[in-house]
């Protein structure tokens, strides 16, 4: 899939087929979103892959939204140090890395969605990461349910006029 195709075809997924996903797509998703823009080269991330389906069940309970985590072939786990300052550049850089990893994902005809954690003990337990560190998001990954990624045509989205200001507001 060429980019621009990746990027009209991603949306939110939350129902998943049982397929797993092959070791080497996994891989590149995962590159993805280690060579994404950071401020300065910092790259302050780690990523946790959980494919283990006990722990993606137990993963799930981190945020009363995350269910769908539990139905993902894998998750990945956006992990950062907890910083008390420059955290909006370390916020930053996480979204660069998620926006990565979902457009490989939609390249590769892999669906992914999001989910915030609320349970950062849990999540703690369950990933492992040092306690000088947070877990900023997860990104189930999966195979859709239904209909495969696909370019969409009407998008539910504001308007191109609306958004777009040319030279100023």
Same mark, same amino acid.
């Given at each position: $899939?060429?980019?621009?195709?990746?990027?009209?075809?991603?949306?939110?997924?939350?129902?998943?087929?049982?397929?797993?996903?092959?070791?080497?797509?996994?891989?590149?998703?995962?590159?993805?979103?280690?060579?994404?823009?950071?401020?300065? /080269?910092?790259?302050?991330?780690?990523?946790?892959?959980?494919?283990?389906?006990?722990?993606?069940?137990?993963? %799930?309970t981190v945020?009363? @939204?995350?269910?769908?985590?539990?139905?993902?072939?894998?998750?990945? *786990?956006?992990?950062?140090?907890?910083? *008390?300052? =420059?955290?909006?550049?370390?916020?930053?850089?996480?979204g660069q890395?998620?926006?990565?990893?979902?457009?490989?994902?939609?390249?590769?005809?892999i669906g992914? @969605?999001? %989910?915030?954690?609320?349970? =950062?003990?849990? %999540?703690?337990?369950?990933? @492992?990461?040092?306690?000088?560190?947070?877990?900023?998001?997860?990104? #189930?990954? @999966?195979?859709?349910?239904? =209909?495969?990624?696909?370019? $969409?045509?009407?998008?539910?989205?504001? #308007?191109? /006029?609306?958004?777009?200001?040319?030279?100023?507001?």
């Amino acid at each position: $899939m060429e980019t621009w195709k990746a990027i009209r075809s991603r949306r939110d997924v939350r129902e998943f087929s049982d397929r797993p996903i092959e070791e080497d797509h996994l891989v590149r998703i995962l590159d993805a979103g280690r060579r994404a823009p950071s401020a300065r /080269n910092w790259q302050p991330w780690d990523f946790v892959v959980v494919t283990d389906r006990d722990d993606l069940v137990e993963l %799930a309970t981190v945020f009363v @939204g995350a269910a769908h985590v539990a139905r993902s072939a894998a998750t990945i *786990a956006l992990v950062a140090p907890i910083l *008390a300052e =420059q955290r909006e550049l370390e916020y930053f850089d996480l979204g660069q890395a998620t926006v990565s990893i979902m457009i490989a994902a939609a390249d590769l005809g892999i669906g992914s @969605g999001h %989910a915030a954690v609320a349970d =950062q003990e849990l %999540a703690r337990r369950i990933l @492992g990461h040092p306690e000088d560190h947070f877990c900023a998001h997860l990104i #189930p990954l @999966g195979y859709p349910t239904g =209909q495969p990624l696909f370019p $969409m045509r009407q998008p539910r989205r504001r #308007p191109f /006029n609306e958004v777009v200001h040319r030279g100023h507001w």
